[in-house]
């Protein structure tokens, strides 16, 4: 076995919520210099570990609140686990999420830029792009107007398309193949079976089983935080739908998202 480009070692994520609501900086100053703060602990991740191969592709599947953000946040290092350790040899792209980093006032064509600046591309770089990501997204007729007017397949289809086109060994990818239309999801699929190819190593959320079964090498399966199997796509996918409880003619997770 070859030096993995991804290793979790007992990695725990508490998340720290304040019990009561506080309303005013004035009253949370005055009870968190009287200590009087008292917070809820919710641990999102527990004594987690994996390790990725480069050129793996692996999919995360699990109940809503399972943490599987919270473990792709973990590997972008967007979060510090509370316990444990996390090595990232390779180059790691962008996270991939339905809530990038878009401001809804400016344009398609300002985000495209705003984005592309954020991933350290410089507008040289970006022009020469423009037109294969606003292509790609199929965006040609709305990229001069707000982005607060499209719908959220259109934000993600533009998220998609600027994100994907940077180079980088490590693919992070959290749901957001399940939106748009199917066309859509299939030149998404292409893509990442292009990276695929050239040994980029991806990390994929879905709650579409089928997706799951195309793309991945392997399965992870966590739920509470907790991994409760990995290893082959199908076998970890029917460990996870046994456990379900689903009515035996449910037509879902077989081919559809399961929310
Ligand atoms: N920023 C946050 N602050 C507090 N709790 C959070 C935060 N993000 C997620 N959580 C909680 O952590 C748990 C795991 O969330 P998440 O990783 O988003 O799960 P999943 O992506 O599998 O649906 C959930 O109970 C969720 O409510
Ligand atoms: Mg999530």
Redesign the pocket.
């Known amino acids: 076995m070859t030096q993995p480009i991804i290793e979790l070692d007992g990695v725990s994520?508490c998340?720290?919520?304040p019990k009561e609501q506080i309303i005013s900086f004035k009253e949370y100053a005055i009870r968190w210099l009287g200590r009087r703060i008292t917070y809820h602990e919710?641990w999102?991740?527990r004594d987690l570990s994996l390790s990725v191969q480069p050129g793996e592709v692996v999919g995360v599947i699990?109940?809503?609140?399972?943490?599987?953000?919270?473990?792709?946040?973990v590997i972008a290092r967007v979060l510090k686990p509370t316990l444990g350790r996390v090595r990232v040899v390779g180059r790691i792209g962008p996270l991939l999420e339905l809530s990038a980093g878009f401001d809804p006032e400016l344009t398609g064509r300002e985000n495209i830029y705003l984005n592309g600046a954020i991933l350290g591309l410089s507008k040289r770089e970006v022009d020469r792009r423009f037109d294969e990501i606003v292509a790609f997204a199929e965006l040609e007729n709305f990229i001069d107007a707000p982005l607060r007017t499209y719908s959220s397949g259109m934000v993600a289809r533009l998220g998609f398309a600027v994100v994907t086109d940077v180079d980088a060994e490590i693919l992070l990818v959290?749901?957001v193949l399940a939106v748009g239309d199917e066309s859509f999801q299939r030149k998404c699929l292409a893509r990442i079976q292009a990276y695929r190819e050239q040994g980029v190593s991806i990390l994929i959320?879905s709650h579409n089983m089928q997706t799951i079964r195309d793309m991945c090498d392997r399965a992870v399966w966590?739920s509470g935080?907790q991994k409760q199997g990995e290893g082959a796509p199908e076998a970890v996918i029917q460990d996870y739908l046994a456990g379900l409880d689903l009515p035996p003619d449910h037509p879902l997770p077989q081919t559809a998202s399961l929310l």
């Open positions: 994520v998340y720290r919520l919710l999102a991740l699990g109940p809503n609140g399972a943490g599987k953000s919270t473990l792709l946040k959290d749901e959320v966590i935080g």
